[in-house]
């Protein structure tokens, strides 16, 4: 199997589940990794470059064919997209279909699984959001995200090539080295006791520890499929507002910690993104790590890193 963005984030942990379930795992995206890194995250092979076809039939000489692909290669930031929408875009709809067109060329009875993004459904939306629902994103990463579900679709319309779209949601972790989380344990490390955080602290997210994200993806490859295309919430369908997020935090690090929000809501951030999970309750699949847990180990893990 390969994985692209294997060095990102999820791209590891993914890697790491698969190989330890007996999965050879080749990888292709941005960035050195070393031979030692490569086995301790369970790499047979790694291709630092981007997704095109020279590199795309470079890996395939060195591995084979695989049978299932894991896409998680693209933009991964909603703040990044709005600075810099070309690269964006260049990131998750050029690799996209730069992957989708290899594919059809040279591996049609290839399984395509793909990281996409609630960031899709935008603002508008009260309480759990079901799959079919309107499509309005506020960002161009969210409208970037869609743009490769939409090339997914086309090409299983069109030439029968078979992907299964995950909107994944607020995905956190050990080893997540940017957004809430990190940005808390950041500052609280550099000595802040009255953190102040932008918007109101009332906006609701379903948080999904990595861990179950990966083991929900590493599922998915052995269930069968019976549309060409098929989307999936990835989300737990539990919304945790990020003022419980940051209670959560603060208390998991211990001292006399103060937390106010600005009111300043950051651009292309909707007030709720909450998953209907009823389509992925059916597969059927249960969320492990509750965001108490989660969220203390997370905690835990960042103390670990600065000792």
Known sequence: ???????????????????????????????????????????????NGEIDAANLNALAERSGIPSTIFHLAGGSSVGLSIAQPFEDFSRTVASTARLLEWLRGSARDCRLIVASSAAVYGAGHEGAIAEDAEL????????????????????????????TVMRLFSVYGPFLRKQLPWDICSRLHAGERNLVLGGTGAEVRDWTDVRDVVRLLAEIRG??????????????????????????????????????????????????LLADSARLHALPFDWKIPVEQGFAEYVSWFKDQIR
């Open 136 to 163: 309005l994103p506020m960002s161009p990463y969210g409208q970037h995200k869609l743009m490769m579900e939409q090339l997914c679709r086309s090409y299983a319309v069109t030439f029968g090539l078979r992907s």
């Open 223 to 272: 269930r069968p499929q019976q549309e060409a295309f098929h989307v999936i919430n990835a989300g737990s369908g539990l919304g945790t507002t990020v003022a419980k997020v940051a209670a959560t935090i603060t208390e998991s690090w211990g001292g006399g910690i103060s937390v106010k929000y600005s009111g300043n809501v950051r651009a292309g951030d909707p007030p709720s």
């Open 1 to 47: 199997m390969w994985v692209t963005g294997a060095n990102g984030f999820i791209g590891r942990h993914l890697v790491r589940v698969l190989a330890d379930r007996g999965t050879r795992v080749h990888g292709i995206g941005h960035g050195a990794i070393g031979d030692a890194e490569m086995h301790r995250i369970g790499l047979e092979h790694w291709l």
